[in-house]
């Protein structure tokens, strides 16, 4: 239980603590841009079983694989893209941090 509200506060109230930190002056805009990346967790529905709670997400599924994140780090490159990155990248470590706990 204690993993499912660590992953559930890294994915709602942290990408909050990010845009009020990185992104103050349009902070909530950043919040719900960074909340509407979590869209990337739709590539699950390719996996079978859609949830399996023993499965580390990481280059498992097509849109959490090095080669995503690889490119999630160039949109930190530019200022346009840069909200987005910032999102993905942070889902990324959530997940990352599931992996930790199998």
Known sequence: MLQ???HYSLHF???GLIACVFFRKNWRKAWLIMLLTMAVDLD???ANPIFAPDRCSINFHPL???????I???LLIFP???VVATGLLFHMV???QDCLWL
Do not use: C, K, Q
Not at 64 to 70: D, E, P, R, S, V
């Open 13 to 15: 109230i942290a990408p």
């Open 80 to 82: 346009n893209t840069r």
């Open 72 to 74: 999630y780090l160039v």
């Open 64 to 70: 959490h694989t090095y080669w995503a994140i690889a």
């Open 94 to 96: 959530t997940d990352y």
């Open 4 to 6: 499912t509200v660590i």
């Open 44 to 46: 699950h529905l390719l």
